[in-house]
């Protein structure tokens, strides 16, 4: 069955550049939405960014142009690229998939049945 797990969480400095790593396996929607979702401590879990079978991806208005997603020539990897980042960027991030198209970053978690355990960044000022 799907499963994922994310890597490559840690600490930098305010400015300094991240990236994450997801692992899905046992993938078998054709069409599919993958997505990386933060949730600091208090706070509601959002979707930052989105990625879609056909290729389409999704940001939220606060990582726009500082963040990409993409997946690698085989889609075995699914990566978060994190640029400029700010201390508010800190929160643990999760990988997410679920069945469809037409991916959008203002879909909420309760849309994805299928999570990773998390990897925790920090971003110091």
């Known amino acids: 069955q799907l499963q994922l797990a994310e890597s490559g969480g840690g600490s930098v400095q305010a400015g300094e550049s991240l990236r994450l790593y997801c692992r899905p396996s046992?993938?078998?929607?054709?069409?599919?939405?993958l997505a990386w979702f933060r949730q600091p401590p208090g706070k509601e879990r959002e979707a930052v960014a989105t990625?879609?079978?056909?290729?389409?991806?999704d940001y939220a208005d606060s990582v726009k142009g500082r963040f990409t997603i993409s997946q690698d020539g085989a889609k075995n990897w699914l990566y978060l690229s994190m640029d400029n980042t700010r201390p508010d960027d800190t929160s643990m991030y999760y990988c997410?998939?679920?069945?469809?198209?037409?991916?959008?970053?203002?879909?909420?978690?309760?849309?994805?049945?299928?999570w990773g355990q998390g990897t925790q960044v920090t971003v110091s000022s």
């Open positions: 997410a998939s679920r069945g469809g198209s037409y991916c959008s970053a203002t879909q909420g978690p309760a849309a994805y049945p299928y």
């Open positions: 046992g993938y078998e929607y054709a069409r599919y939405c």
């Open positions: 990625i879609g079978s056909d290729g389409t991806t």
